[in-house]
């Protein structure tokens, strides 16, 4: 024999169980300042004993906020990405939404497609990574008229990134102290906002301590650990290989890494290894690399509340730009002595 399928609970059946009106109990579950402790107490825990569920279209209707966020990532397969989907995603839960998420896999027409798609769907915001748009989105506000957030696109109003020309910096001084002259840089054209911070950090380093900018030295990476395996061959095929290796990401050294050791042409022995982003497999690496640490989690946290903040229409949301760190683990070390250029001769 089948059951009944239980109906849901509406507010009006806990008004008629209570014996107030719906408004009061609306106002209760919702923590009204006008009603009392008691009253409220009593209202929440009928509502619990009766199985109430509130309803996310009602709520909306009301407040014209879906309790839902989209969220634009580059590709799901994005290792630095997973500690900043958990900021976004535990800043969310605390408030109460939902995060929903699509791959724009770093093409601008997807994007805006995604984009699109949340808006019809009533997201209460979007928050974009690796974003293909970056600024234009001030021009397509007419189009997209709801609150959006991107994460390291600091020329956008609303944005939180790492200084990604200082943690470039740090990496390529360190590497500078360490004796090294010959600094190569593996690139990533398909992030070019970011790409263009570090590479600047790369060049003032080398430009303050005299050290000609070889644009020779500055070869395409494109992120990816094939990438970074590319640009290693290269070097290796050139007459005078780098000593040292400043990379976009910690995908593209550890490709670099992987290319040099099939070549016997050891790190840090022969060639030294900077990284960027800190993923959790740099420090388990072997060699563990030496990287900048990018604070993924707190870029997604921030990203959620500044995305708040735009939804309840606060006017104090500032771009932030968050410190990068840079740690020293075991693919870097001084230049050979047998590779430092002899003074005076």
Partial sequence: MTGKVRASVSIKDIARAAGVSPSTVSRALHSHPGISAETGDRIRLLAEEMGYTPSLPARSLVTRDTATIGMVITHASDPFLARLVVGVEECARSEGYAVFLSSSYRDAEREQEVIRSFHERRASGVIVTGSQIGTGYLELSQRFPLPIVLTNCSGYPYSVSTDNQAGAQQAVEHLVHSGHRRIAYVSNQRSSRTNRERLAGYRAVLQEHA????DDLVLEGD???EGGARAAQQMLASSQPPTAVFCFNDMAAIG????????DYRVPHCCSVVGFDDLELAGYYCPPLTTVRQPSYEIGRRAMRMLLKLIQGREDVQT???????VVRETTRPVPRSARKEKGR
């Avoid at 932030?320 to 840079?326: D, F, H, K, R, S």
């Fill in 211 to 214: 050290i000609p900018v070889d």
């Fill in 320 to 326: 932030e730009i968050l410190p990068a760190e840079l």
């Fill in 223 to 225: 992120g990816t650990l």
């Fill in 256 to 263: 670099v890494i992987h290319a040099f050791n099939r070549a």
